[in-house]
């Protein structure tokens, strides 16, 4: 596989995958909203998804109404109570009637509640689930992936390399052979006093004896160093992840969350995110975000879902 080095790549992407293996299947926890249900049928019309609508009907129906969309493309589950339309969306995927869970209106305690229940939740043995934030910024030749800038706020060692086999694992259902990670801090070199640099230098040695696969892992870097070939130059870096890096490992939600969204209002790029690490790809979008970023993160899951089959 070509590795896609855009989000409207990403788009094309599922588009071919949908015409070569049929659509993969969404569940979505409370699908009562215009925008969130034009995203998803923009995504069926493109033939990569197909979705089971879980809410309130009579919701649902006027959703669509103000969408012009037709419910006849879609099955609709009837329910009123909003923990219980987590806990339906989600049996559909681990009863694989479904391969996506996907987060509608849903309050997002009731959506992970649902994801995390122990009889039909989506957990995967002992694995850290994770969050990543994938961006094309103009300018760039690649896809880059941030994580976790929204789920682990202060993740120890043992979470990070999950965090990063998570990640990494995402960037190779991009068709990224072998990533290049960054474990960002806010320096370059090992410093006792500063845990960031302390966890950076254990992750690029697990990986070196195989605990973290397919990728390289090295660090710490500061950000610039970690993307800039130039300013690794300058401060005499030598590594093959050295202003190269495809994936950033961040130290904790604040510095991700930063980043994260510096990328989104400091630059012209298209982002979207999924929930990684579980038993099926998860989509959890915010009510904020825009219909495209809502479809972009359907693809990302349907790439995914592709890969891990």
């Known amino acids: 596989m070509e590795q896609i080095r855009s989000l409207s790549q990403l788009l094309e992407y599922a588009k071919k995958i949908g015409a070569e293996k049929g659509p993969k299947k969404i569940s979505v926890a409370m699908a009562e909203e215009a925008g969130l249900l034009s995203a998803i049928e923009e995504a069926r019309q493109a033939g990569f998804a197909e979705a089971v609508l879980v809410g309130n009907s009579d919701k649902i129906k006027a959703a669509a109404d103000q969408a012009g969309i037709n419910l006849a493309n879609y099955e609709v589950i009837d329910e009123r109570d909003e923990p219980a339309m987590g806990i339906t969306a989600v049996s559909q995927v681990s009863s694989k009637k479904a391969d996506i869970y996907m987060k509608g209106q849903i309050h997002t305690n009731n959506f992970l509640r649902a994801?995390?229940?122990?009889?039909?939740?989506?957990?995967?043995?002992?694995n850290t689930i994770s969050h990543c934030y994938f961006h094309s910024v103009e300018g760039y030749d690649r896809i880059f992936f941030v994580a976790d800038a929204a789920f682990n706020m202060y993740p120890d060692l043992?979470?990070?390399?999950?965090i990063t086999q998570n990640t990494v694992d995402l960037a190779r259902a991009f068709g990224v052979a072998e990533p290049k990670v960054a474990v960002l801090a806010a320096v370059e070199v090992v410093n006792p006093d500063m845990q960031a640099?302390?966890?950076a230098s254990a992750l690029t040695q697990m990986n070196r004896r195989g605990q973290i696969k397919n990728c390289i892992v090295d660090g710490p870097f500061a950000l610039d160093?970690?993307?800039?070939?130039?300013?690794?130059?300058?401060?005499?870096i030598v590594s093959p992840?050295?202003?190269k890096a495809d994936v950033f490992i961040v130290p904790n939600i604040d510095a991700g969350n930063m980043l994260a969204k510096a990328i989104v209002y400091f630059s012209k790029n298209e982002t979207a995110g999924l929930i990684l690490g579980?038993?099926?790809p998860i989509v959890l979008t915010?009510?904020?975000d825009s219909a495209r970023a809502k479809l972009l993160s359907i693809a990302a899951a349907v790439t995914l879902s592709d890969f891990q089959k």
Do not use: C, P, Q, Y
């Open 286 to 288: 915010s009510r904020a």
């Open 197 to 199: 640099t302390l966890d």
């Open 158 to 162: 043992a979470a990070k390399a999950d």
């Open 115 to 126: 994801m995390l229940n122990k009889e039909v939740g989506l957990r995967k043995g002992k």
């Open 225 to 236: 160093n970690a993307v800039s070939e130039e300013s690794a130059k300058t401060k005499g």
């Open 241 to 243: 992840v050295a202003g």
């Open 278 to 280: 579980a038993a099926a």
